[in-house]
């Protein structure tokens, strides 16, 4: 790999004026006339794409004038910074070599095609411009979340994807087995054999990796998971996905306001690291997706995140009731509509809304003094809603125990977790971030399909 | 969040000498006597604990003398660097307030314990010294791959895990569904009815990302893909898990060379990453784990990676087939002995055994112009064998279609990754590195369930 990548020809292009490169990549276009024409480049490697004059001096002239978009090429030529030109720099070819040609079919023309249509084509779709941004933006995101977590000794912790419990003891799961459908056998009172499938017992997909990561945090005390998670919902909308990947903090000795400055501290973090690194694709996404994208983040960033009780979140929602389609009262949960209102009407800011009734929460949370409510929180941004839930969990065993018989959990099935709370329980606390929720945040896309490169959904899985 | 962490402490134990400081963690060890006592406490944040020591003008020193091995403590107390004593440092207690108590049945008392036994408690097992060495340096590792990649702007694709397709045309697979097992709706030829499935089709999990992981690296230049994969292999051996993560990058314009050159810098700077960062937990393991460790990793570190042919490797074992339980002959592929055999007594490093018969390797791998042999490439290094396999991928459209067509794969299944030969194809290579084995290389552990957190194998699926 003796090419130099567009890349460091952009961050370094004074060194290389009137130097010779070799680079490769592909054409985006190609414009000619008799005696010469430009192609213009991309390598993958950087978002704006490179210039190339050729003229009929190289011996291939009337080959390469007739490629097809999407052919790739390999380039020798000399670097001339354009100060003037509408692009900074460009390369006038000494020499083109074909790597690969296309075809006038090549679905992705000069012309603009509707992100439906490229659903169609996953596999073609990251050479476009918006989703060679959505893309790298995706896994500079993912890079800032291990960067920010490391730099603060958090042990990154694999949970399990096979799982044969059900975290939340909700949400509808996908099954995992190698017995034939065909020929599934029974016992005598109609039930599934599963001796014979590979666990010798009825597995799912996770839903969750936070109560196998509490085991850890107990031993390491900041830990963090990040991984695919599934839910087998039957809901065909623009913010879920069957798979996505989720990134799920815990902290022992912490409690819900270390969590939330953890939380904070994290989507700033992020937020900073895209615009260092992702600055073309951030003021591209901001001309073409979303106007008012970068102020936004800027104001995020520059912003204390506000704080409310869930109690006085609903005094304000309540004066507003007229107007939203579900109408809220103390003991509903939340709706996107109402989040929303709270983050973007009221506060201008994102928001953490606390200490929801331990009603519509799960069994794992830390009950409050007041025992109505649990030490729970969501943080609400403006755009999308609810971007982060969380809380402190629940680190008294006799406690525990009584919720956990409340909702009719099984004790043995859960005897690891509550094991935690008997051999050197301490508070704990973590949350869990969706993050294509989160690459949705930084890009302005607005469909969940458009940032996960290939997307699995109700009757959907290609590739 | 206010505590101390202990490797801070470690790190800066003078700055801290007679300082104030709180710190939490739990009890490892604890020897008292009628008026004074020490407790050796972890934190999680660092390998050694820290001894404190406590006497009975602290209130509660008869209640703390009492405790059992893993209460969660918080201690507030002076920092005593002592450079003659056997630990650097100690923290004379000023006060220590119980976060949770322990009971005398936890089963991590100071004895040692087998690695099968500590298998059964898994959600315990972190807390352990071996443990918590194992899975902060498995975190380790991964950071160092991530930031390998990233340094070198590689896109990190998250890959789908659920799929409709083999990548290698082999290997058993788990299926996933929503259909309910003790229901299966058939059609009137007893074929299962997947119209109410979940995809409306047949899917299963996914057995790598590679071809996946290619139609981003012909957008992207260069990606890498690190997630789980999975094999529903009956194999109950100390090195194959059902589910494993697996890293792929994959590098547009890059031939086998270029792919070697890469798996080579990758494996050293993991290498370098972990001898900086854990230091204590590589002294450990080389003590306790696998002597001679440290010197292995040291010797690959600073050794060129040796190069053979597998024609030339098959000469130099045929010579040797007398020792071996499987006898080789050129055509056979290679098993764990004849690998071991090539890195520990020829090469007597790691090696990359390159260009097998076309026959025993995936029909993705490009041709060699012998017409018998592919650009395929395994690294072999010491004590494990094979531990990266890759290839440069056939690039031409026609000879592509024409090995699809010999291994019986369907065209219109693979259509999308045939369109990347049509539209712009480049020369690309890539290979997997099997994460876990990766893992087993560092820390000198010899069996993959005790390098993951919760290890799914045959008829085994807890927690």
């Not at 003991?331 to 506060?347: K, P």
């Amino acid at each position: 790999m003796d090419f130099i990548h567009i890349k460091k020809l952009y961050q370094d292009m004074d060194s290389y004026n009137e130097q010779s490169v070799t680079i490769c990549g592909w054409i985006r276009s190609l414009r000619d006339s008799k005696s010469f024409g430009f192609i213009s480049i991309n390598d993958g490697t950087y978002f704006q794409p490179v210039q190339v004059v050729f003229d009929n001096t190289l011996e291939n002239f009337d080959t390469i004038r007739k490629l097809n978009i999407g052919s790739a090429l390999i380039i020798k030529g000399n670097v001339l910074v354009t100060p003037n030109a509408r692009q900074p720099f460009e390369i006038h070819a000494e020499s083109i070599t074909i790597e690969g040609t296309s075809t006038p079919d090549y679905p992705l023309q000069k012309k603009r095609h509707s992100f439906e249509y490229l659903r169609t084509i996953p596999h073609l779709r990251p050479r476009t411009n918006t989703f060679q941004a959505v893309f790298r933006v995706r896994s500079l995101i993912a890079y800032a979340i291990h960067q920010f977590f490391q730099e603060r000794d958090f042990v990154y912790v694999h949970t399990p994807i096979i799982t044969g419990s059900d975290c939340e003891g909700a949400g509808e799961m996908f099954q995992v087995t190698t017995l034939d459908l065909a020929n599934i056998e029974k016992s005598p009172n109609e039930k599934v054999n599963y001796k014979k499938d590979f666990f010798g017992k009825e597995v799912n997909l996770t839903v969750s990796g936070q109560l196998n990561g509490e085991t850890y945090a107990m031993a390491f005390q900041n830990i963090y998971t990040f991984g695919p998670t599934f839910r087998a919902e039957n809901s065909n909308t623009s913010r879920h996905a069957a798979e996505f990947w989720m990134i799920e903090p815990e902290m022992a000795f912490a409690d819900l306001n270390d969590d939330m400055q953890v939380a904070e501290d994290m989507l700033k973090y992020i937020i900073s690291y895209v615009m260092e690194h992702a600055k073309e694709e951030l003021t591209f996404f901001n001309q073409h997706i979303d106007t008012g994208l970068i102020e936004r983040l800027e104001h995020v960033l520059h912003s204390e995140f506000g704080h409310i009780t869930y109690t006085e979140a609903i005094k304000i929602l309540e004066k507003n009731n007229d107007a939203f389609q579900y109408k809220v009262h103390w003991g509903s949960d939340l709706q996107t509509e109402h989040e929303r209102y709270l983050t973007e009407e009221i506060f201008k800011r994102p928001v953490f809304v606390t200490d929801y009734p331990k009603e519509i929460k799960a069994f794992y949370m830390k009950l409050n003094p007041d025992q109505k409510t649990v030490a729970a929180m969501d943080c609400l941004v403006p755009g999308i809603g609810e971007i982060i839930g969380g809380s402190q969990r629940e680190d008294d065993y006799d406690l525990l125990l009584a919720r956990m018989k409340e909702t009719g959990l099984s004790l043995d099935d859960y005897a690891f977790y509550t094991d935690l709370r008997k051999y050197g329980s301490a508070r704990h606390a973590g949350f869990g971030l969706g993050f294509e929720r989160c690459v949705m945040y930084l890009t302005g896309m607005s469909n969940i399909r458009d940032v996960l490169p290939f997307p699995r959904t109700v009757g959907n899985c290609t590739l």
